[in-house]
């Protein structure tokens, strides 16, 4: 199991709860798993070709992970943030 | 007669509902919803008059069309929102839905899209799940009319999908970078439609694509007339021609005929209406002199007549998008334009007269007039 932090932008998909768990063993595959408990979340993230959004960033822990294919431990923390993006 | 009025409202910043009594004449508002997604366009199912569909975004996160089948009381989200195939050859994401259509009377439930970069979606469910159109997203000369660099300052867009009326399998689409381009079998096949449309920013002044349609509308009483606002003048085009005249020219020449968005009489096919904006150097794209103004034409665009009288004289720098220009079908037709300033001005005698019914918004991307049913 991973614990996973959910940025306020996408809070609306996990009935407002900020902490949640998700399975995988990469980004993609708990991104999945994320989608199938809170349906629609993933494509907020993730486009349609696997690539993380621009205005978006993902952490495994302290590490940025750039791509889907980053592998997340067993009982590791993926972070989900909403990066600069205002006006 | 008039008729109680909704102007479905999508901004920048989120969404909002004005309604106004019967005679025009007061207005409430509803809102703000989803306040802070960026909501491209706001439009109402006139098939049913109460399914609402927003294409919609945030700064941070991806796109997705927002749902409404009672009205707007209560909303859900696409499950399958617009996306180009995973694997697609030129890498493409959906960045945003941009416009959004419903179909043809005779197919309830279908629903188009245009996206960014330029795509073209179809919905058989309500807006529900979104099939990539492959007739054109995977059409051989897809990058030649849509090449990345071309563009608006948001990005590339194929900004309006145009259903015949009379005919499911006849539509029109409005390009940034391939002009008009025309189906007459519900989108397996294109071809553009720009003969003698101008393209001053190209090496060839004409060419068979590559202008930059920012509007395209169908006279409501005869659909083989078409009304153009191009990013190179006003045209018009009767089929089945193929030539675009350039109707623009009859306007004065210190205002131009460069703008956003034409709006077409729901009655007389002979009238319409323009928002000039300056086309001049840098392409301020502001009511030229700060005088704002509409013009119309009830010659077909032979000529054309200023209608200014209740906007600003001086220091008024309006700036109206491609949809936020529109009209009601009341009789008198009721207009009314929204500003990147988040201001809604409306007209109820066509023109003659404009006032101010709205401020304080977020920039307004989209204005839908629909009867409040």
């Known amino acids: 199991m991973i614990r996973v932090s959910i940025p306020s932008q996408l809070i609306a998909y996990t009935n407002g709860a900020t902490r949640v768990e998700a399975e995988g063993a990469t980004v993609g595959q708990a991104l999945d798993d994320l989608d199938r408990r809170y349906p629609g979340l993933k494509f907020r993230v993730i486009d349609e070709q696997d690539r993380i959004r621009r205005h978006m960033r993902i952490f495994v822990g302290q590490d940025e992970a750039r791509t889907t294919a980053a592998p997340v431990p067993s009982g590791g923390e993926l972070l989900i943030f909403g990066a600069l993006s205002g006006g | ?373």
């Not at chain 2, 499911?168 to 390009?175: C, D, G, P």
């Not at chain 2, 694509?209 to 009304?227: C, E, I, K, M, N």
């Not at chain 2, 008024?316 to 334009?337: E, H, N, S």
């Open chain 2, 1 to 373: 007669m008039t008729e109680a009025i909704q102007l479905l409202v999508g901004t920048r910043k989120g969404a909002w509902i004005y309604r106004s009594d019967a005679a025009r004449e007061a207005w409430q508002v509803e809102g703000p919803m989803f306040l802070g997604q960026i909501v491209n366009h706001f439009v109402r199912d006139p098939r049913d008059g109460r399914t609402l569909l927003m294409a919609a975004s945030t700064g941070h996160l991806g796109p997705t069309i927002l749902r409404s089948t009672d009205g707007g009381a209560t909303w859900s989200e696409a499950s399958r929102p617009p996306a180009f195939p995973k694997g697609d050859p030129h890498g493409r994401s959906v960045d945003h839905s941009f416009w959004l259509e419903p179909g043809h009377t005779e197919e309830p439930g279908v629903w188009w899209a245009g996206v960014s970069p330029p795509g073209l979606f179809r919905s058989a469910d309500g807006g529900d799940t979104w099939e990539s159109v492959e007739g054109l997203n995977s059409h051989p000369q897809v990058m030649d009319w849509f090449p990345p660099q071309g563009g608006t300052p948001d990005g590339a867009i194929l900004n309006q999908v145009i259903v015949d009326p009379r005919d499911a399998r006849h539509m029109y689409l409005a390009t940034c970078s391939a002009g008009v381009l025309e189906t007459t079998d519900q989108g397996a096949t294109w071809r553009p439609l720009n003969r003698n449309v101008r393209c001053d920013f190209l090496p060839d002044p004409y060419p068979e694509f590559g202008q930059d349609s920012h509007f395209v509308a169908l006279a409501p009483t005869d659909p083989d007339r078409l009304w153009q606002q191009n990013h190179c003048g006003v045209y018009r085009l009767d089929r089945p021609g193929e030539r675009w005249e350039r109707i623009g020219e009859a306007m004065p020449k210190e205002i131009g005929d460069i703008g956003f968005t034409i709006v077409p009489h729901a009655r007389d096919r002979d009238t319409a209406w323009i928002w000039p904006m300056d086309g001049t150097e840098v392409w301020p794209r502001t009511s030229p002199g700060g005088r704002p103004a509409a013009y119309r034409t009830r010659d077909g665009g032979a000529s054309w007549e200023r209608q200014d009288r209740g906007f600003p004289t001086e220091q008024g720098w309006f700036t109206v998008k491609r949809q936020a220009f529109c009209a009601d079908a009341a009789d008198p037709m009721g207009l009314y334009i929204g500003t990147t300033g988040g201001e809604i001005w409306m007209s109820g005698d066509e023109g003659e007269s404009w006032r101010q019914i709205a401020a304080h918004l977020p920039e307004i991307y989209s204005i839908s007039a629909v009867p409040a049913g």
